[in-house]
Nanobody, 121 residues
């Protein structure tokens, strides 16, 4: 019922930029957080950035000052602007939304399938 689709990944040289998009379809009654995660080969999935429902944003120390998370409510789309990319940013990036499908329902994590970001010269 709820679908998240990432796009915008690709191959970029160190120091370059990419803008990831996450388009949402379906209806979520309420949302707690929206965010971006990433997972590199052999490593655990980690939180990159998120937006709390009340407005504050959070960034992992490794990306702070380089990445920016944002939303376009009119298009129901979330973005991750990535600047000054480093080889260690190479990973599959996943869009995530935590929310409820109906009043009084359970809180679920909804995930996209991921988009590959490769930073290499």
């Amino acid at each position: 019922q709820v679908q998240l689709v990432e796009s915008g990944g690709g191959l970029v040289q160190p120091g370059g930029s990419l803008r990831l998009s996450c388009a949402a379809s379906g209806t979520i009654f309420s949302i707690s957080t929206r965010g971006w995660y990433r997972q590199a080969p052999g490593k655990q999935r980690e939180l990159v950035a998120n937006i709390i429902s009340s407005g504050p944003t959070y960034y992992a120390d490794s990306v702070k000052g380089r990445f920016t998370i944002s939303r376009d409510n009119a298009n129901n789309t979330m973005y991750l602007q990535m600047n000054s990319l480093k080889p260690e940013d190479t990973a599959v990036y996943y869009c995530n939304t935590m929310g409820k499908l109906r009043p009084g329902g359970f809180e679920f994590n909804y995930w996209g399938r991921g988009t590959q970001v490769t930073v290499s010269s």
